[in-house]
């Protein structure tokens, strides 16, 4: 790795368990629109391990450099050019046709209006029978599952920004009022969780 390529810790631990998880979820051959890409890593990775996958990475406006630089010189099949696309920004959103909408680590970071328009916007631009792929921490019933995930969501709150963690009851029913259903719910290692609509 490029030491001056921007990095996530985190990405690299849960990038291999996600995988497995889209290895099942998604098709062989399947267009992907990746919201909130971050450092590019996912991206990176999975694209390598899937060449049928037309993967294209997104992020908000103001993150783009770090997207770009972080994928920087990779050349990979299906990557697809780092754009632009904040959800709350009809106009950002492409043309339907996708076959998943996969967004790792956003809806505990996006306000919860965002993280609505997240949900409208995929179930726009997903195919009939495309999957909305949501990766991260979150509540069940007004619960937390585990201390951990509480101080986490004690230090996202306090940030002011509308962050915190989303409960699953919260998620389907916004889901629901976008046309989507969950099909999947999926235990993932440090306490996440994978949550797949369609
Ligand atoms: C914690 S980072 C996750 C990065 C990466 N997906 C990962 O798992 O490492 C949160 C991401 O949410 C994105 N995000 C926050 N608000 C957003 C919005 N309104 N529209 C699109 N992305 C948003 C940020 O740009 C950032 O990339």
Redesign the pocket.
């Known amino acids: 790795m490029r030491p001056d390529r921007p990095h ?1 810790p ?2 690299d631990r ?1 990038r291999g368990p996600i995988l497995d998880v889209l290895r099942h979820a998604l098709p062989e051959r399947a267009r992907v629109l ?6 590019g ?2 991206a990176a990775y999975f694209t390598a391990r899937q060449p049928g996958w037309s993967w294209t990475p ?3 406006p103001a ?1 783009l450099a770090t997207l770009v630089a972080g994928l920087e010189g990779l050349e990979r099949p299906g990557l697809g050019q780092a754009a632009p ?4 920004t009809e106009t950002d959103w492409p043309e339907p046709g996708y076959d998943a909408v996969f ?4 809806v505990h ?2 306000p919860e209006p ?1 993280v609505r ?2 949900i409208s916007g995929a179930a726009r631009v997903l195919v009939p029978g495309g999957r909305l792929v949501l ?1 991260g921490p979150f509540m069940r019933d007004g619960r937390h599952t585990s201390e951990s995930n509480r101080r986490f969501d004690v230090d996202l709150r306090s940030r002011g920004v509308g962050s915190a963690l989303r409960d699953v009851n919260d998620v389907d029913r916004w889901s629901a009022e976008s046309g989507l259903r969950r099909v999947a719910d999926i235990a993932m290692p440090a306490n996440n969780f994978i949550l797949i609509y369609d």
């Not at 990746?34 to 450092?39: D, F, L, Q």
């Not at 967004?103 to 956003?106: E, H, R």
């Open positions: 996530s985190a990405a849960n990746e919201i909130g890409a971050g450092t890593q996912h997104t992020t908000v993150e696309l904040d959800v709350r967004a790792a680590n956003v970071i996006a965002a328009a997240l990766y």
